[in-house]
C-alpha cells in the first residue's frame, strides 16, 4: 500500500440526480475502494473549491466540453471512466450506421465508424425516426429474427424480440412510438446459444490492467433476465500480456473484436478518451445455424465489472510480482450471506427490487 498523498482525492460522482440509491451508493464504495488501495484521500462528492486534485468516479461516461472544465477532468489521468462529446456516442447508438446517408441522424455522427468496425460487430441498423425504422426492421428480417434496443437501457432492459414485420408494426403502432425511435433504437441480428464475452482495459495511476472474461444472467424480483456478474481473468500490461496467456480461440477471437471496436472509436471519434474501455462481445448461432459474433456495445464508465477490476488492482499493487489474477464480481436478488473471502460492494434496496446484494471475489491465476 503507498502512503496517503493529501493532494491527490479520489472523488465519487454520481451524475444523475435522480440515479437510484444502490447505483449511488456502490459508486461511493468503489471510490473508497480505490482511494485505499492507491493510498490517496477519498471525496464523497466533488469540491471544485476543495483545494485537491480530483481523481473523478464518475456513474456515467463524460459528456460535452462543459462537463470537463465544470470538473476539472483534463484527460483520462483524471478519471476513471471516459468522455465523449455527444451523448450518443457512449450508448449502444455507434455500434451500427444509419439506414442509407438520408436518415435521420444526431449531431456528431460519423459514418466513418461503421467503416471501421464491419465484420466486428453482428448486422444491424441505428435509428433516431420511426420513419427509418420500418425499412431498416425489413431488412434486417429477411435473414432471422432481430432484437430491438433502445439506446439508453443498460443490463438487458427494455429489450424486444421481433420475429416478424407483424410483431414490429405493433410496436410502431404504440403511442410512445415516435418517442421511443426518436431517442434512437438498435436494431440488430439474434443469436441463439449466445456466450457474452466481456473484454476491456484499465488505464489507473500509471497501471494498465487488461482483461477477458465471460458475463452471468440471472432474474431480478420481477422474473427479468438481468446482468449477473463477470469472471475475469485480469493481467497487469496490455492486450499483448493478455495474449501471451493460454487461452481458448473463441476468448482471442473476442480479443480482437474489441480490439477493432476500440481502434474505430479512436478514429472516428478524436475528442473521446477513456480511461476505463469495456465491451461486451455475443458469441452465439445466427439463423442459420452459423456461428457468429460481434461486439454489442461499449463501456467507458463505472460498470458491473468495475468491482472485479478493483479487486485486481489491489492485488497487482500488493504484489507487484502478480502477473495475472482470476476476479468475479456477482450481483444477486436473493439475500444470502457472503462467500469466505469475499468483499461486499452493496447491500440494499435496488431499483425495481426490495433487495440487491453485490460483492466480488479473488482466485489466483493458476487455480
Known sequence: MTSVNRNKQVVAYSVNPQAPRHEVETNRALAQWLAQILGWEYGDSHDPDGGHDPYLLPTQTLIGPEALMRLAVKGPED?????????????????????????????????????????????????????????????????GPIRLKPIHACAGRGQRLIKSLAQFDEIAAAPDAQALFREGVVLEQHLNEVKTQSVGQSFINGKVLSYCGVQHLTHDSEGLEVYGGSDLLVVQGGYIELLRLELPDDVREAVRLAQVFDDAANQAYPSFFASRRNYDIAQGLDAAGQPRGGVLEQSWRMGGASSAELAALQVFVETPETSAVRVSSVETYLDQALPTGAREVYRGAAHNSDFLLKYVTVQSYDG
Open 79 to 143: 478519471v476513471w471512466g471516459g468522455y465523449v462529446e455527444h451523448d450518443f456516442i457512449c450508448t449502444k447508438a455507434i455500434t451500427h450506421g444509419l439506414l442509407n446517408k438520408d436518415a435521420v441522424a444526431p449531431k456528431g455522427w460519423s459514418p466513418l465508424f461503421a467503416k471501421l468496425t464491419r465484420g466486428a460487430v453482428l448486422d444491424g441498423v441505428t435509428v433516431f425516426s420511426l420513419k427509418d425504422a420500418r425499412p431498416a426492421a425489413e431488412h434486417l428480417l429477411y435473414t
